[in-house]
Protein backbone atom coordinates (compact mmCIF):
# COMPACT_ATOMS: atom_id res chain seq x y z
CA UNK A 1 0.00 0.00 0.00
CA UNK A 2 2.89 2.30 1.04
CA UNK A 3 4.55 1.47 -2.19
CA UNK A 4 1.42 2.55 -4.32
CA UNK A 5 1.25 5.70 -2.73
CA UNK A 6 4.88 6.19 -3.45
CA UNK A 7 4.13 5.41 -6.95
CA UNK A 8 1.47 7.98 -7.22
CA UNK A 9 3.62 10.17 -5.60
CA UNK A 10 6.38 9.79 -8.05
CA UNK A 11 3.80 10.14 -11.02
CA UNK A 12 2.35 13.61 -9.16
CA UNK A 13 6.33 14.96 -9.31
CA UNK A 14 5.81 17.95 -7.62
CA UNK A 15 3.99 16.19 -4.82
CA UNK A 16 6.55 14.00 -3.90
CA UNK A 17 8.10 16.30 -1.37
CA UNK A 18 5.02 16.99 0.41
CA UNK A 19 3.77 13.45 1.04
CA UNK A 20 7.31 12.21 2.16
CA UNK A 21 7.46 15.23 4.73
CA UNK A 22 3.89 13.81 5.74
CA UNK A 23 4.59 10.90 5.98
CA UNK A 24 7.96 11.72 8.10
CA UNK A 25 5.77 13.69 9.94
CA UNK A 26 3.08 11.48 10.87
CA UNK A 27 6.12 8.74 12.01
CA UNK A 28 5.49 5.76 10.45
CA UNK A 29 7.55 2.74 11.41
CA UNK A 30 8.86 1.94 7.87
CA UNK A 31 11.02 -0.49 6.56
CA UNK A 32 14.10 -0.30 4.43
CA UNK A 33 12.09 -1.43 1.68
CA UNK A 34 10.41 2.09 2.01
CA UNK A 35 13.34 3.95 0.63
CA UNK A 36 13.47 2.45 -2.82
CA UNK A 37 11.78 5.64 -3.79
CA UNK A 38 15.24 7.74 -2.43
CA UNK A 39 16.49 8.49 -6.31
CA UNK A 40 13.17 9.94 -8.05
CA UNK A 41 12.94 11.99 -4.43
CA UNK A 42 16.30 13.28 -5.29
CA UNK A 43 15.31 14.41 -8.91
CA UNK A 44 12.11 16.29 -7.13
CA UNK A 45 14.79 17.95 -5.16
CA UNK A 46 16.61 19.40 -7.99
CA UNK A 47 13.57 20.09 -9.94
CA UNK A 48 12.40 21.90 -6.82
CA UNK A 49 16.11 23.82 -6.44
CA UNK A 50 15.85 25.26 -9.72
CA UNK A 51 12.67 26.32 -9.06
CA UNK A 52 13.88 28.03 -5.87
CA UNK A 53 16.67 29.72 -7.72
CA UNK A 54 14.63 31.03 -10.41
CA UNK A 55 12.25 32.33 -7.96
CA UNK A 56 15.02 33.94 -5.97
CA UNK A 57 16.87 35.06 -9.17
CA UNK A 58 13.08 36.70 -10.25
CA UNK A 59 12.79 38.17 -6.82
CA UNK A 60 16.52 39.98 -7.23
CA UNK A 61 15.56 41.54 -10.60
CA UNK A 62 12.28 42.47 -9.14
CA UNK A 63 14.12 44.31 -6.13
CA UNK A 64 16.99 45.54 -8.53
CA UNK A 65 14.17 46.91 -10.64
CA UNK A 66 12.70 48.46 -7.65
CA UNK A 67 15.78 49.89 -6.12
CA UNK A 68 16.65 51.67 -9.21
CA UNK A 69 13.66 53.06 -9.55
CA UNK A 70 13.38 54.32 -5.94
CA UNK A 71 16.60 55.96 -6.94
CA UNK A 72 15.07 57.84 -9.76
CA UNK A 73 12.48 58.71 -8.02
CA UNK A 74 14.35 59.85 -4.96
CA UNK A 75 16.66 61.60 -7.65
CA UNK A 76 13.27 63.32 -9.42
CA UNK A 77 12.28 64.23 -5.64
CA UNK A 78 15.59 65.74 -4.99
CA UNK A 79 15.57 67.92 -8.31
CA UNK A 80 11.99 68.90 -7.78
CA UNK A 81 13.10 70.10 -4.03
CA UNK A 82 15.64 71.74 -5.42
CA UNK A 83 13.47 73.37 -7.96
CA UNK A 84 11.21 74.36 -5.69
CA UNK A 85 13.97 75.52 -2.96
CA UNK A 86 15.26 77.97 -5.78
CA UNK A 87 12.29 79.41 -6.67
CA UNK A 88 11.60 79.97 -3.13
CA UNK A 89 14.97 81.66 -2.91
CA UNK A 90 14.56 83.94 -6.07
CA UNK A 91 10.94 84.75 -4.40
CA UNK A 92 12.71 85.54 -1.42
CA UNK A 93 15.33 88.10 -3.05
CA UNK A 94 12.44 89.54 -5.59
CA UNK A 95 10.36 91.01 -2.33
CA UNK A 96 13.77 92.30 -0.68
CA UNK A 97 14.74 93.81 -3.81
CA UNK A 98 10.97 95.60 -4.16
CA UNK A 99 11.07 96.08 -0.01
CA UNK A 100 14.27 98.31 -1.11
CA UNK A 101 13.05 100.06 -3.56
CA UNK A 102 10.31 101.19 -1.42
CA UNK A 103 12.39 102.20 0.94
CA UNK A 104 14.35 104.58 -1.79
CA UNK A 105 10.69 105.79 -2.84
CA UNK A 106 9.90 107.51 0.68
CA UNK A 107 13.40 109.10 0.64
CA UNK A 108 11.63 110.96 -2.49
CA UNK A 109 10.67 114.64 -1.19
CA UNK A 110 10.00 118.00 -2.45
CA UNK A 111 14.52 117.87 -3.38
CA UNK A 112 14.05 114.88 -5.19
CA UNK A 113 11.08 115.74 -6.96
CA UNK A 114 12.91 119.56 -8.26
CA UNK A 115 15.65 117.44 -9.84
CA UNK A 116 13.33 114.79 -11.64
CA UNK A 117 11.31 117.40 -12.56
CA UNK A 118 14.55 119.24 -14.44
CA UNK A 119 15.37 116.20 -16.35
CA UNK A 120 11.92 114.95 -17.21
CA UNK A 121 12.09 118.55 -19.33
CA UNK A 122 15.31 118.31 -20.03
CA UNK A 123 15.30 114.24 -21.94
CA UNK A 124 11.41 114.86 -22.86
CA UNK A 125 10.42 112.39 -20.52
CA UNK A 126 7.64 112.26 -17.96
CA UNK A 127 8.11 112.86 -14.53
CA UNK A 128 7.00 109.20 -13.82
CA UNK A 129 9.35 107.59 -16.14
CA UNK A 130 12.27 109.60 -14.60
CA UNK A 131 11.45 108.79 -10.78
CA UNK A 132 11.48 105.02 -11.72
CA UNK A 133 14.02 105.02 -13.78
CA UNK A 134 16.24 106.81 -11.40
CA UNK A 135 14.63 104.25 -8.66
CA UNK A 136 16.35 101.48 -10.13
CA UNK A 137 19.40 102.56 -9.20
CA UNK A 138 20.22 100.70 -5.66
CA UNK A 139 21.40 103.79 -3.64
CA UNK A 140 20.73 107.34 -3.86
CA UNK A 141 23.50 107.79 -1.63
CA UNK A 142 24.89 111.13 -4.27
CA UNK A 143 21.31 112.82 -3.49
CA UNK A 144 21.42 112.65 -0.14
CA UNK A 145 24.60 113.90 -0.05
CA UNK A 146 24.42 116.74 -2.65
CA UNK A 147 21.35 118.40 -0.31
CA UNK A 148 23.30 118.03 2.96
CA UNK A 149 25.02 120.61 4.69
CA UNK A 150 28.70 119.94 3.53
CA UNK A 151 28.22 117.83 0.98
CA UNK A 152 29.09 117.76 -2.18
CA UNK A 153 28.51 120.15 -4.32
CA UNK A 154 28.26 118.23 -8.18
CA UNK A 155 25.55 116.13 -8.79
CA UNK A 156 25.74 113.70 -11.99
CA UNK A 157 22.90 111.77 -13.84
CA UNK A 158 24.14 110.28 -17.39
CA UNK A 159 21.71 108.91 -19.87
CA UNK A 160 22.68 106.62 -22.32
CA UNK A 161 21.91 103.23 -23.53
CA UNK A 162 22.95 99.93 -21.28
CA UNK A 163 21.75 96.62 -20.18
CA UNK A 164 18.39 96.12 -18.52
CA UNK A 165 18.17 96.37 -15.02
CA UNK A 166 17.83 92.78 -13.44
CA UNK A 167 15.48 91.63 -10.70
CA UNK A 168 18.00 94.04 -8.21
CA UNK A 169 16.02 97.16 -9.49
CA UNK A 170 13.06 95.83 -7.25
CA UNK A 171 10.56 95.94 -11.02
CA UNK A 172 9.90 94.43 -13.61
CA UNK A 173 9.66 96.12 -17.05
CA UNK A 174 7.26 95.13 -19.23
CA UNK A 175 8.54 93.93 -22.74
CA UNK A 176 12.09 94.07 -21.71
CA UNK A 177 14.18 90.87 -21.54
CA UNK A 178 17.49 90.72 -19.28
CA UNK A 179 20.66 91.27 -21.27
CA UNK A 180 19.03 93.69 -23.99
CA UNK A 181 19.95 97.59 -24.36
CA UNK A 182 17.33 100.17 -23.30
CA UNK A 183 18.08 103.78 -22.19
CA UNK A 184 18.92 104.39 -18.25
CA UNK A 185 19.77 106.72 -16.30
CA UNK A 186 23.10 106.56 -14.27
CA UNK A 187 23.83 108.56 -10.85
CA UNK A 188 27.39 109.65 -10.54
CA UNK A 189 29.16 107.30 -13.35
CA UNK A 190 28.30 104.74 -15.64
CA UNK A 191 29.53 101.28 -15.48
CA UNK A 192 30.66 101.49 -19.44
CA UNK A 193 32.08 104.01 -21.45
CA UNK A 194 30.36 107.71 -21.37
CA UNK A 195 28.50 107.98 -24.76
CA UNK A 196 25.06 109.71 -23.72
CA UNK A 197 24.29 113.25 -22.19
CA UNK A 198 25.90 114.23 -18.50
CA UNK A 199 23.08 116.45 -16.72
CA UNK A 200 24.44 117.54 -13.81
CA UNK A 201 23.89 119.82 -11.03
CA UNK A 202 26.20 122.20 -9.09
CA UNK A 203 26.14 124.05 -6.04
CA UNK A 204 28.68 127.56 -4.96
CA UNK A 205 28.33 126.87 -1.15
CA UNK A 206 27.27 123.55 0.71
CA UNK A 207 27.30 125.70 4.43
CA UNK A 208 23.90 124.98 4.85
CA UNK A 209 21.79 122.03 3.62
CA UNK A 210 19.31 122.74 0.76
CA UNK A 211 16.09 123.98 0.88
CA UNK A 212 13.44 122.77 -1.65
CA UNK A 213 11.68 126.25 -1.50
CA UNK A 214 14.84 128.05 -2.83
CA UNK A 215 16.41 125.39 -4.68
CA UNK A 216 16.01 126.92 -7.96
CA UNK A 217 18.09 129.51 -6.83
CA UNK A 218 20.58 127.87 -5.45
CA UNK A 219 22.09 125.40 -7.81
CA UNK A 220 22.92 125.48 -11.47
CA UNK A 221 22.26 123.07 -13.80
CA UNK A 222 24.43 122.08 -17.24
CA UNK A 223 24.50 119.53 -19.85
CA UNK A 224 27.63 117.80 -21.32
CA UNK A 225 26.55 116.40 -24.73
CA UNK A 226 28.97 113.34 -25.74
CA UNK A 227 26.84 111.53 -28.27
CA UNK A 228 29.55 112.83 -30.92
CA UNK A 229 32.91 111.93 -28.52
CA UNK A 230 33.22 113.66 -25.09
CA UNK A 231 35.95 115.99 -26.68
CA UNK A 232 33.50 117.75 -29.29
CA UNK A 233 31.55 117.72 -25.95
CA UNK A 234 33.29 119.32 -23.88
CA UNK A 235 34.29 122.02 -26.90
CA UNK A 236 31.21 123.17 -27.79
CA UNK A 237 30.35 123.30 -24.42
CA UNK A 238 33.55 126.00 -23.59
CA UNK A 239 32.43 127.38 -26.95
CA UNK A 240 28.75 128.27 -26.82
CA UNK A 241 28.04 128.29 -23.51
CA UNK A 242 30.67 129.90 -21.22
CA UNK A 243 32.94 131.52 -23.23
CA UNK A 244 29.72 133.57 -24.35
CA UNK A 245 29.08 134.19 -20.95
CA UNK A 246 32.23 135.34 -20.08
CA UNK A 247 32.12 137.98 -22.66
CA UNK A 248 28.64 139.06 -22.21
CA UNK A 249 29.60 139.38 -18.64
CA UNK A 250 30.43 142.89 -17.08
CA UNK A 251 30.91 141.98 -13.40
CA UNK A 252 34.74 140.90 -13.24
CA UNK A 253 34.22 140.82 -9.13
CA UNK A 254 37.71 142.11 -7.35
CA UNK A 255 38.83 143.26 -11.14
CA UNK A 256 38.50 147.29 -11.74
CA UNK A 257 38.31 148.79 -14.80
CA UNK A 258 41.57 149.99 -14.73
CA UNK A 259 44.30 148.99 -17.67
CA UNK A 260 46.39 146.51 -16.47
CA UNK A 261 43.06 144.48 -15.09
CA UNK A 262 41.37 144.75 -18.75
CA UNK A 263 44.56 143.02 -20.04
CA UNK A 264 44.30 140.41 -17.48
CA UNK A 265 40.77 139.70 -18.83
CA UNK A 266 41.80 139.76 -22.06
CA UNK A 267 44.53 137.42 -21.48
CA UNK A 268 42.06 134.97 -19.56
CA UNK A 269 39.65 134.38 -22.95
CA UNK A 270 42.95 134.19 -25.39
CA UNK A 271 43.52 131.23 -23.12
CA UNK A 272 40.17 129.93 -23.45
CA UNK A 273 40.60 130.08 -26.89
CA UNK A 274 43.73 128.65 -27.19
CA UNK A 275 42.41 125.68 -25.09
CA UNK A 276 39.35 125.59 -27.59
CA UNK A 277 42.06 125.57 -30.45
CA UNK A 278 43.87 122.86 -28.48
CA UNK A 279 40.51 120.61 -28.38
CA UNK A 280 40.06 121.53 -32.00
CA UNK A 281 43.36 119.60 -33.09
CA UNK A 282 42.98 117.00 -30.68
CA UNK A 283 39.63 116.01 -32.74
CA UNK A 284 41.49 116.68 -35.97
CA UNK A 285 44.22 114.03 -34.53
CA UNK A 286 41.64 111.33 -33.35
CA UNK A 287 39.17 112.20 -36.46
CA UNK A 288 42.52 111.87 -39.00
CA UNK A 289 44.08 108.54 -37.94
CA UNK A 290 43.54 105.29 -39.99
CA UNK A 291 43.02 102.12 -38.70
CA UNK A 292 44.46 99.20 -40.70
CA UNK A 293 41.60 96.72 -41.89
CA UNK A 294 41.03 94.06 -39.72
CA UNK A 295 40.87 90.16 -40.43
CA UNK A 296 38.29 88.11 -38.60
CA UNK A 297 38.93 85.11 -41.01
CA UNK A 298 42.19 84.44 -39.69
CA UNK A 299 42.91 83.91 -35.79
CA UNK A 300 46.55 86.06 -35.13
CA UNK A 301 46.37 84.78 -31.68
CA UNK A 302 47.47 80.84 -32.85
CA UNK A 303 50.25 82.02 -35.20
CA UNK A 304 52.50 83.46 -32.84
CA UNK A 305 54.64 80.67 -31.52
CA UNK A 306 58.15 79.26 -33.80
CA UNK A 307 56.43 75.82 -34.15
CA UNK A 308 52.67 77.63 -35.47
CA UNK A 309 54.44 80.15 -37.85
CA UNK A 310 56.54 77.49 -39.18
CA UNK A 311 53.42 75.43 -40.19
CA UNK A 312 51.95 78.15 -41.47
CA UNK A 313 54.87 79.02 -43.76
CA UNK A 314 54.73 75.57 -45.24
CA UNK A 315 51.26 75.72 -45.85
CA UNK A 316 50.47 77.64 -49.59
CA UNK A 317 47.30 78.43 -48.84
CA UNK A 318 48.06 80.34 -45.57
CA UNK A 319 50.68 82.28 -47.30
CA UNK A 320 48.57 83.46 -50.27
CA UNK A 321 45.85 84.73 -47.20
CA UNK A 322 48.28 86.83 -45.01
CA UNK A 323 49.82 88.23 -48.85
CA UNK A 324 46.40 89.51 -49.61
CA UNK A 325 46.03 90.61 -46.05
CA UNK A 326 49.41 92.44 -46.21
CA UNK A 327 48.41 93.71 -49.80
CA UNK A 328 45.54 95.54 -48.39
CA UNK A 329 47.38 97.03 -45.79
CA UNK A 330 49.77 98.11 -48.18
CA UNK A 331 47.16 99.98 -50.35
CA UNK A 332 45.67 101.94 -46.90
CA UNK A 333 49.28 102.87 -45.79
CA UNK A 334 50.22 103.63 -49.24
CA UNK A 335 46.38 105.77 -49.81
CA UNK A 336 47.87 108.20 -46.29
CA UNK A 337 51.29 108.69 -47.98
CA UNK A 338 50.13 109.99 -51.02
CA UNK A 339 47.37 112.11 -49.52
CA UNK A 340 50.10 113.51 -47.19
CA UNK A 341 52.14 114.97 -50.42
CA UNK A 342 48.89 116.64 -52.02
CA UNK A 343 48.09 120.48 -51.65
CA UNK A 344 45.85 121.20 -48.56
CA UNK A 345 42.52 123.86 -48.74
CA UNK A 346 42.69 126.02 -46.05
CA UNK A 347 41.04 128.99 -45.36
CA UNK A 348 41.46 132.69 -46.11
CA UNK A 349 42.44 133.61 -43.04
CA UNK A 350 44.39 130.59 -41.59
CA UNK A 351 47.04 131.95 -39.32
CA UNK A 352 51.08 130.65 -38.71
CA UNK A 353 49.09 128.47 -36.00
CA UNK A 354 47.45 126.75 -38.42
CA UNK A 355 50.81 124.47 -39.65
CA UNK A 356 51.51 123.52 -35.89
CA UNK A 357 47.67 121.58 -36.11
CA UNK A 358 48.38 120.33 -39.06
CA UNK A 359 51.66 118.35 -38.68
CA UNK A 360 50.18 117.94 -35.06
CA UNK A 361 47.25 116.01 -37.22
CA UNK A 362 49.72 114.17 -39.65
CA UNK A 363 51.79 113.05 -36.51
CA UNK A 364 49.13 111.36 -34.64
CA UNK A 365 48.06 109.81 -37.80
CA UNK A 366 51.63 108.57 -38.48
CA UNK A 367 52.32 107.02 -35.17
CA UNK A 368 49.05 105.25 -35.01
CA UNK A 369 50.33 103.50 -38.31
CA UNK A 370 53.37 102.59 -37.14
CA UNK A 371 51.96 101.30 -33.75
CA UNK A 372 49.57 99.26 -35.64
CA UNK A 373 52.71 97.92 -37.89
CA UNK A 374 54.54 97.04 -34.87
CA UNK A 375 51.24 95.32 -32.84
CA UNK A 376 50.99 91.26 -32.99
CA UNK A 377 48.61 90.79 -35.74
CA UNK A 378 51.29 92.24 -38.27
CA UNK A 379 54.20 91.06 -37.17
CA UNK A 380 52.77 87.32 -37.68
CA UNK A 381 51.91 88.01 -41.06
CA UNK A 382 55.74 89.27 -41.37
CA UNK A 383 56.80 86.45 -39.48
CA UNK A 384 55.35 84.05 -41.50
CA UNK A 385 55.50 85.48 -44.93
CA UNK A 386 59.47 85.65 -44.28
CA UNK A 387 60.12 82.29 -43.26
CA UNK A 388 58.01 81.11 -46.27
CA UNK A 389 60.00 83.54 -48.46
CA UNK A 390 57.55 85.72 -49.76
CA UNK A 391 58.32 88.53 -52.76
CA UNK A 392 55.93 90.71 -50.76
CA UNK A 393 58.12 91.54 -48.34
CA UNK A 394 60.61 93.70 -50.51
CA UNK A 395 57.46 96.33 -51.16
CA UNK A 396 56.34 96.32 -47.48
CA UNK A 397 59.96 97.02 -46.22
CA UNK A 398 60.18 100.19 -48.65
CA UNK A 399 56.70 100.95 -47.41
CA UNK A 400 57.74 100.83 -43.84
CA UNK A 401 60.77 102.81 -44.39
CA UNK A 402 58.25 105.79 -46.02
CA UNK A 403 56.03 105.88 -43.06
CA UNK A 404 58.48 105.84 -40.51
CA UNK A 405 60.37 109.05 -42.54
CA UNK A 406 56.98 110.43 -42.75
CA UNK A 407 56.30 110.04 -39.49
CA UNK A 408 59.92 111.11 -37.89
CA UNK A 409 59.73 114.41 -40.28
CA UNK A 410 56.06 115.29 -38.78
CA UNK A 411 57.61 114.84 -35.52
CA UNK A 412 60.23 117.34 -35.91
CA UNK A 413 57.66 120.04 -37.83
CA UNK A 414 55.76 119.54 -34.24
CA UNK A 415 58.82 120.21 -32.50
CA UNK A 416 60.46 123.47 -34.33
CA UNK A 417 56.42 124.62 -35.17
CA UNK A 418 55.73 124.45 -30.88
CA UNK A 419 58.48 127.85 -30.89
CA UNK A 420 55.71 129.66 -32.08
CA UNK A 421 53.12 128.87 -29.98
CA UNK A 422 54.36 131.68 -27.49
CA UNK A 423 55.83 134.13 -30.07
CA UNK A 424 52.73 134.20 -31.97
CA UNK A 425 50.46 134.56 -29.45
CA UNK A 426 50.12 138.87 -30.28
CA UNK A 427 48.72 138.00 -33.54
CA UNK A 428 45.55 136.15 -32.26
CA UNK A 429 44.98 138.97 -29.24
CA UNK A 430 43.39 142.40 -29.05
CA UNK A 431 46.11 144.19 -28.40
CA UNK A 432 47.92 145.74 -31.16
CA UNK A 433 50.69 147.69 -29.48
CA UNK A 434 52.02 144.29 -27.96
CA UNK A 435 51.49 142.82 -32.15
CA UNK A 436 53.35 145.52 -32.93
CA UNK A 437 56.38 144.52 -30.44
CA UNK A 438 56.31 140.35 -30.84
CA UNK A 439 56.26 140.49 -34.86
CA UNK A 440 60.13 140.60 -34.56
CA UNK A 441 59.98 138.09 -32.08
CA UNK A 442 58.16 136.06 -34.74
CA UNK A 443 60.61 136.49 -37.55
CA UNK A 444 63.16 135.40 -35.10
CA UNK A 445 62.06 132.47 -34.31
CA UNK A 446 61.27 131.44 -38.09
CA UNK A 447 64.63 132.46 -38.96
CA UNK A 448 65.69 129.63 -36.33
CA UNK A 449 63.27 126.90 -37.62
CA UNK A 450 64.96 127.85 -41.31
CA UNK A 451 68.37 127.31 -39.81
CA UNK A 452 68.18 124.49 -37.44
CA UNK A 453 64.96 122.29 -38.59
CA UNK A 454 65.69 119.40 -40.78
CA UNK A 455 62.56 119.12 -42.65
CA UNK A 456 60.62 122.88 -42.26
CA UNK A 457 63.37 124.57 -43.86
CA UNK A 458 62.58 124.23 -47.88
CA UNK A 459 61.58 127.24 -49.66
CA UNK A 460 58.38 125.71 -50.25
CA UNK A 461 56.95 125.70 -46.23
CA UNK A 462 59.42 128.94 -45.11
CA UNK A 463 56.98 130.62 -47.91
CA UNK A 464 53.82 129.65 -47.03
CA UNK A 465 54.68 130.18 -43.14
CA UNK A 466 55.43 134.07 -43.93
CA UNK A 467 52.16 134.33 -45.92
CA UNK A 468 50.31 133.11 -43.34
CA UNK A 469 51.83 135.47 -41.21
CA UNK A 470 51.69 138.51 -43.48
CA UNK A 471 47.77 137.74 -43.40
CA UNK A 472 46.91 137.46 -40.39
CA UNK A 473 49.00 141.22 -39.40
CA UNK A 474 47.25 142.77 -42.18
CA UNK A 475 43.63 141.13 -40.89
CA UNK A 476 44.56 142.75 -37.63
CA UNK A 477 45.78 146.02 -38.70
CA UNK A 478 42.57 146.51 -40.28
CA UNK A 479 40.47 145.65 -37.77
CA UNK A 480 41.85 148.56 -35.08
CA UNK A 481 43.18 150.70 -37.73
CA UNK A 482 39.62 152.99 -37.34
CA UNK A 483 40.24 152.89 -33.24
CA UNK A 484 41.66 155.53 -30.94
CA UNK A 485 45.41 154.50 -31.14
CA UNK A 486 48.29 156.28 -32.52
CA UNK A 487 48.10 155.43 -36.31
CA UNK A 488 51.17 156.31 -37.37
CA UNK A 489 53.06 154.45 -35.12
CA UNK A 490 50.97 151.34 -35.90
CA UNK A 491 51.51 151.79 -39.35
CA UNK A 492 55.33 152.85 -39.83
CA UNK A 493 55.54 149.83 -36.88
CA UNK A 494 53.52 147.23 -38.74
CA UNK A 495 55.58 148.00 -42.01
CA UNK A 496 58.55 147.90 -40.55
CA UNK A 497 58.15 144.35 -39.30
CA UNK A 498 56.60 143.52 -42.39
CA UNK A 499 59.47 144.84 -44.73
CA UNK A 500 61.62 142.63 -43.17
CA UNK A 501 59.45 139.66 -43.07
CA UNK A 502 59.61 140.23 -46.96
CA UNK A 503 63.50 140.43 -46.98
CA UNK A 504 63.52 136.97 -45.20
CA UNK A 505 61.02 135.81 -47.35
CA UNK A 506 63.08 137.00 -50.54
CA UNK A 507 66.41 135.35 -48.87
CA UNK A 508 65.13 132.06 -48.02
CA UNK A 509 63.89 131.63 -52.04
CA UNK A 510 67.36 132.47 -53.58
CA UNK A 511 68.77 129.92 -51.11
Known amino acids: MVQKNNKESSNTGEDAGPSLAATNN ?34 SSSQESFSIASRRLSRFCRSTSGVLSLQEVLKEKQAQYKEAREYRRKKVDASYKYI ?19 LDAPLLEAFDSF ?30 VKGSKMMQLYVDNTPDKFIGLCLFFVRCKNDSALSAKTMHEDIFFG ?49 INRY ?17 KKIDYINFSKLQSFEKVTAAADNPDMVQQLEEVLMLWYRQIEQVLIESKQMRKEADDSGPLTELEHWKCMS ?14 CKAVINILSVGHSKLL ?79 SNIHYKNYKDKSVDQEMTELGLETCLLEGTLLLFLVQQN
Open 26 to 59: AGSNLTAECSVPAPIALEDAVARSICHTREIASF
Open 116 to 134: FEVLSVRLGLDLTTVEEML
Open 147 to 176: FAKGGSKTLKVFYQEGEAPGIECGRTIPGV
Open 223 to 271: VLDATEGLLCGVRNMIEKIFLPAILATNNWGALSQTKQDTKDKQNFVET
Open 276 to 292: LSFLEGAIMSIEGTVEL
Open 364 to 377: AKFNFIIEQIKGPN
Open 394 to 472: RMWQELDARITDAANESKDNVKYLCTLEKVCQPLYNYDLVSMIHGIPNLINTIRMIHNVSRYYNSSERMTSLFIKVNIL
